[in-house]
């Protein structure tokens, strides 16, 4: 199964129709509603819709990933990466969302610069 994706709000904007325009799903989260949501708030719907989460927030999700596994709880996988220009940050996403799938994801944290 092909990964779905939630966009956190600190990543570009236009990120979700673009993958979506070559046929991904992908929603932010202001489309979900989900501004200023706590990042756990986040990954809850997140795991509601079974999506991963993709974020430039690097350290805090790392520790929201590690506070999740040491828990014993699942999530659909967590996508992180330094700030990028929006051009990179979508190639990348799209080669690994096409070489990963939801399964694959599943309690994973997954660096945005492994996939140049």
Same mark, same amino acid.
């Given at each position: 199964?092909?990964?779905?994706?939630?966009?956190?709000?600190?990543?570009?904007?236009?990120?979700? *129709?673009?993958?979506?325009?070559?046929?991904?799903? *992908?929603?932010?989260?202001?489309?979900?509603?989900?501004?200023?949501?706590?990042?756990l708030?986040?990954?809850?719907?997140?795991?509601?819709?079974e999506?991963?989460?993709?974020?430039?927030?690097?350290?805090?999700?790392?520790?929201?990933?590690?506070?999740?596994?040491?828990?014993?709880?699942?999530?659909?996988?967590?996508?992180?990466?330094?700030?990028?220009?929006?051009?990179?940050?979508?190639?990348?996403?799209?080669?690994?969302?096409?070489?990963?799938?939801?399964?694959?994801?599943?309690?994973r944290?997954?660096?945005?610069?492994?996939?140049?």
């Amino acid at each position: 199964m092909k990964i779905k994706l939630f966009i956190d709000e600190d990543v570009h904007n236009e990120l979700d *129709a673009a993958l979506r325009k070559i046929g991904f799903d *992908a929603i932010t989260a202001y489309e979900a509603l989900r501004k200023r949501c706590t990042d756990l708030e986040q990954l809850e719907y997140a795991i509601s819709q079974e999506r991963a989460v993709m974020t430039f927030n690097v350290e805090e999700w790392v520790k929201v990933n590690s506070k999740y596994i040491e828990l014993g709880r699942t999530h659909y996988g967590i996508i992180v990466s330094k700030q990028l220009p929006f051009s990179p940050t979508f190639h990348r996403l799209v080669k690994l969302m096409n070489s990963l799938t939801l399964e694959d994801m599943i309690n994973r944290l997954e660096y945005l610069s492994n996939w140049r």
